[in-house]
């Protein structure tokens, strides 16, 4: 069973930047590809971006494609989000995702989910 555990969320104003984190325990994390999600209030959980567990192919959201990057550190079990250029529309709880895919695009719902991180942008 893995375990995701995210941090870095916070409230920033239009314009900023936020880098979220995401540690996994109690798999082999780089067998994993990894994505993180955001589901804002009255919306479905949508997909952001993902990452192949190489960190060699990414995927993004075309809403975010620019302005957003994810990477992940195999050595310390961990995948960021880098978030910049931030908008009033990306506030949202984000969600760290694992999967047992190779490529993971996130066309369908991972395998694991991590608890939410509230990212709050004011205009």
Known sequence: QVQLVESGGGLVQAGGSLRLSCAASGG????????WFRQAPGKEREFVAAI???GGRTYYADSVKGRFTISRDNAKNTVYLQMNSLKPEDTAVYYCAADHSTY???SYAPDYWGQGTQVTVSS
């Open 52 to 54: 192949n567990w190489s």
């Open 28 to 35: 082999t994390f780089s067998s994993y590809a990894m994505g």
């Open 104 to 106: 993971y695009s996130g």
